[in-house]
């Protein structure tokens, strides 16, 4: 299963911000559509991603609140990214070592989409119950043996 099989269930409904937007104003976007990141992007690139635990680092950095802070003080300026091609263990293997729970979708210099850590263990889950009930219907398919077949 590649990262395009993932995008193709989820959609492609996009919530981006730039570095110059106030943190505020990034938080209350990522709150009115109960999403936990936005990609940061730049002149048509992605510089960044915010989420919320850079929110909170940002939080706790500025006495308990989020003040004036602007996205590109507090977004993570390296975030991991991935291919339309790339491979589902893949993603999971760069999500695990790095704990990261979003990775922005590039294709030719141009976000395709956010796949999270929920996306992928949602499409395990489900590849796994799609193989798990073909198998329920082999089994109970299976030709069941004649015993008064006569042997020649």
């Not at 499409?123 to 069941?144: C, G, H, R, T």
Request: hydrophobic fraction near 40%; proline fraction near 3%; aromatic fraction near 6%.
């Amino acid at each position: 299963m590649k990262v395009s099989d993932i995008l193709r269930v989820k959609g492609s409904t996009l919530y981006t911000c730039t570095p110059e937007d106030s943190l505020s104003s990034a938080v209350n976007l990522m709150a009115d559509n109960d999403i936990g990141s936005l990609v940061v992007m730049s002149h048509g690139k992605v510089v960044g991603m915010l989420s919320f635990r850079e929110v909170i680092k940002s939080v706790v950095k500025n006495g308990g609140s989020i003040g004036d802070t602007t996205v590109w003080r507090a977004m993570d300026n390296g975030p991991l990214t991935c291919t339309l091609e790339t491979e589902l263990d893949e993603v999971r293997r760069m999500m695990l070592e790095r704990h990261a729970r979003y990775l922005p979708v590039i294709d030719n210099m141009m976000l395709m989409g956010v796949i999270s850590f929920y996306d992928v263990a949602k499409a395990v889950v489900d590849s796994q119950n799609f193989e798990n009930k073909m198998l329920k219907a082999y089994i109970n398919d299976w030709p069941a043996d004649d015993e008064n077949q006569s042997i020649g």
